[in-house]
């Protein structure tokens, strides 16, 4: 089994933080805490455990933050000893090759998508007889028993071969997917759960910080789920101002200074102060930040209206400084997410991926465009490179294992 992973190995990761700005391919070296290994083919641990072959994998922007040692071990979740090994690729799609006795789920043959198995162990995954209140609500990546270590935990990712998973941390992919559909579904997933944390009205003006593919699929779960609201977005390459207008964005900020495009567009009134400092008063209805870092959540505040909300969809893993006065100042509502969960939309609950499926099945949502580049797993260091450079015309890069 061919896979990837990295380990929360403190001094390998203070090492790769101290080389990094002078050598950036060390995190390619046996100094990094990320390891390229070909391990031997594990057994299935127990009666509800699974192993799938992987079809197609996307590249995430955490992926590369655990790659690049982006993590700070100061963070709250480092401190959580559950959190110790990550094989990377959870944007997979992948088919059933073996199944324990007792799986009742998916049987062989089965095209699957990793569901929660990224994000951890949950009750169900360590079979727990009492389950949390965040997994009785269906909301298994807030999990408050993930770092109990009960059971053992699956092995490979989705960059590699294949992984093994126990059956609750799959989902089944319909058949009228194509699979680089079903590779799309858990980031299209995350789109639909960002919108829903807080779900723009027909009339309110919401702006997209950040084009990358969570922003614009940001954009199209808002068309798709807010159809009525007005949608600005802040893209920075070519191809992400192009891909947003075609998804729904009502007006591009590209190359205009940010407080200047959002007094103009929202009818606000801009402050200048002292050694820089700027503050709008009015501003935007609701604001998703899908870049997350400090100067970008300090913008998003800042543009949001006195009674506005600030949805924080991007992810950075350390410690931000950030000018939380907006917050009490003008009552802007700072909300966050983890990836998916548990819906309620159309009068009744569902999971994320159950709901961001039927969008695609109705064409509410759709991934033409997205997928810009394609790699084999042995030209992984080449992928790697295309994705973090957006002057490559990237969206998503995917690894493709047909």
């Not at 079809?55 to 401190?79: E, N, Q, T, W």
């Not at 209140?133 to 960059?159: D, F, H, K, M, T």
């Not at 820089?276 to 998003?300: K, N, P």
Request: glycine share 10%; hydrophobic share 45%.
């Amino acid at each position: 089994m061919r896979t990837i992973y990295v380990d929360k190995n403190i001094p390998r990761m203070l090492l790769v933080k101290a080389v990094k700005p002078v050598w950036r391919n060390v995190v390619f070296t046996p100094l990094s805490p990320a390891q390229f290994v070909d391990l031997p083919e594990p057994p299935l641990p127990g009666p509800r455990w699974v192993r799938v072959a992987n079809r197609m994998c996307g590249i995430c922007a955490s992926d590369l933050a655990f790659l690049y040692v982006d993590a700070d071990p100061k963070i709250g979740a480092a401190a959580l000893p559950g959190n110790q090994r990550f094989y990377l690729g959870h944007e997979v799609v992948s088919t059933v090759t073996e199944i324990g006795p007792d799986v009742t789920k998916v049987a062989v043959g089965d095209r699957v998508l990793m569901h929660t198995r990224f994000q951890g162990a949950n009750c169900l995954s360590q079979e727990l007889e009492t389950v949390c209140r965040q997994c009785a609500a269906g909301n298994y990546i807030l999990c408050e028993n993930a770092s109990l270590g009960r059971g053992p935990r699956g092995v490979g990712g989705g960059w590699g071969d294949g992984y093994t998973a126990h059956e609750t941390e799959l989902f089944r992919a319909p058949a009228d997917l194509s699979d680089e559909q079903a590779t799309l579904v858990e980031p299209l997933a995350v789109g639909v759960h960002t919108v829903l944390r807080r779900l723009p009205e027909a009339g309110e003006r919401i702006l997209v910080l950040g084009s990358g593919i969570v922003g614009l699929n940001v954009i199209q779960a808002a068309r798709a789920l807010a159809p009525d609201c007005h949608i600005s977005a802040i893209a920075r390459y070519p191809q992400q101002v192009a891909m947003a207008a075609r998804l729904g964005a009502d007006e591009i900020i590209s190359g205009e200074d940010g407080y200047r495009a959002a007094a103009r567009i929202t009818g606000a009134t801009l402050y200048e102060g002292m050694m820089g400092s700027r503050m709008l008063l009015g501003g935007f209805d609701v604001v998703f930040d899908c870049v997350g870092a400090a100067h970008t959540l300090q913008d998003s505040l800042r543009w949001a209206r006195a009674g506005g909300t600030v949805v924080l969809a991007g992810v950075r893993l350390e410690p931000l400084h950030v000018d939380l006065g907006p917050v009490w100042y003008q009552e802007v509502d700072l909300i966050g997410l983890n990836s998916h969960g548990m819906e309620t939309w159309g009068g009744r609950e569902q999971q994320t991926f159950a709901l961001t499926i039927a969008l695609l099945q109705q064409g509410k949502l759709a991934i033409d465009g997205l997928i810009t580049h394609r790699f084999p797993l042995a030209e992984w260091r080449e992928a790697i490179r295309t994705a973090q450079d957006k002057r490559s015309g990237a969206i998503k890069v995917v690894f493709d294992y047909r």
